[in-house]
Each structure stands twice: as C-alpha cells, then as structure tokens.
C-alpha cells in the first residue's frame, strides 16, 4: 500500500496559486450598440475573451543518480494551480507549482541541517512557477486538444522530515520550461477537465548541490480541473 505524507513549504504557500478568470458579456444584445465592457467590445468585433483557473495535479518522478529518466528514482506529487484569460483560441496567464510528499533529500558535502541530523531525516522542498501560454485546438464542442508551455523560475532545498520542526537547509534557485500537451474535455459550460503529459526541463541551479539537471529534470502526467467560461 503505498502512502503519501504531504509536505507544503509555508514561504511559498503564500503565493497566490489560484487564478479565476471569467468572462464578462455585454446584456444589450443591439449589435449597433457600444459595451461598457472590455469582454462586450471585443465580442462587438468577432473577438471573443474568455478565461478559467484551475487547480492543478502533476505527477513525476525525482531521480537518485544523476540520470535523465532513471529507473532509480522516487515518485513526486505536485499541487498547485494555473489560469489565465483567453483570447479566441490563445491563453496567456501564469502556472505554479509545489512538491507535496516526501522525497528524500540528496545530501551534499555543502549541506547543513537537516542534513546530517541524528533525530530526522532531511526531505526534498521544490516550488517553481511562471507565465503560461497556450492555443486551443477544437476537435469536436465538448473535446480540445491543447498544445501549451511554462517558463519560469524556482526553487528546491531540504526540509527537515519531522512536521513539527519545519527547518530548512540553503535555497537552490534555478530556471524551468516546461513544454506539455493537454486533451481537454468540456464537462459544462463552467467546468473542464485536463489530463496531459509534460516535460520539465530545469536547469541554471545555483549554489553547490548534489543535484543536477538530470536529477529534477524529467517527463510527467498532469491531471487539471478548469473553472470558468468554456
């Protein structure tokens, strides 16, 4: 039976992850008519504005030995959220995202506590976020294929296993893209589900760290649940 202790880095919770987005249509159906509203005077010109936030579920994997896709790895749940508004078929908004169960933590020679503690075990904090872009491609009314990319920044360092302590170990920043494909499926007018296959590729970390590239970089499925205008 496998088990998953859930473990949020309160620095980085703070963060606003969830976005809404809804469109806002004019009332006065008179095409002659002006909008008081952005949403209205776009639609008045054949452009129509849209927009969703989502609660977002990744899963991944953390490799042990310096390898891209390694079978000697450890599995990584992330949580967070993503949104933005959308222009006829284009999205543009932001996406974040923070490990929430245990990985054990890849100790360095640099690496103070937790690491190296006689009374826990040090474990893997990671959070990265940044803007998202994406295109709607229209398959049937109710299924969409979507082609879509994050670039942005974040960051990983250890945490102390024990709950109730919450030390951390030195920040390791670093850059991240995150190329990925969506099905999305149109349940309601207001709720849409996404499921998706992803590739994070991190790279630029900084300080010294036994981690590599390798190491977090990697291939993912994703699971969405969008609200908003669909």
């Known amino acids: 039976m496998l088990f998953i202790s859930f473990r949020i ?39 129509y504005l ?28 992330f949580l967070g959220g993503k949104g933005g ?27 103070h506590y937790p690491c190296g503690s006689r009374y826990s075990d040090a474990v ?22 979507e082609p879509a990319f994050m670039v942005g920044h974040g960051y990983f360092r250890s945490m102390d296993s024990d709950f109730w302590e919450m030390r951390y170990g030195r920040k ?10 969506n099905l999305v499926f149109v349940v309601t007018d207001y709720f849409a589900l996404g499921i998706g296959a992803y590739f994070r590729i991190i790279t630029a970390i900084s300080g010294e760290t036994k981690y590599t590239w390798k190491d977090v970089s990697t291939m993912g499925g994703s699971l969405d649940f969008r609200f908003g205008r669909f």
């Not at 849209?50 to 749940?77: E, P, R, W």
């Not at 976020?129 to 299924?143: E, R």
Request: with cysteine; hydrophobic share 35%; charged share 15%.
């Open 9 to 47: 880095d309160p620095s980085f919770s703070s963060s606003p992850v969830f976005f809404a987005f809804t469109a806002i249509y004019p009332q006065d159906e008179n095409p002659g008519t002006s909008s008081s509203t952005l949403s209205g005077h776009l639609k008045s010109r054949g452009t």
């Open 124 to 145: 893997l904090s990671m959070n990265y976020g940044g803007a998202y872009f994406a295109y709607l491609i229209d398959v049937i009314d109710f299924f969409k294929i």
């Open 85 to 111: 508004l959308t222009i006829q078929r284009f999205t543009i908004g932001a996406s974040l995202s923070m490990l929430v169960n245990s990985v054990p933590y890849k100790c360095g020679d640099k690496d």
């Open 172 to 181: 390791h920043r670093f850059f991240v893209m995150e190329p990925e494909i």
């Open 50 to 77: 849209k927009g969703y936030g989502a609660v977002t579920t990744k899963f991944s994997s953390i490799s042990k030995d310096d390898s891209l896709l390694s079978g000697n790895s450890d599995f990584s749940f």
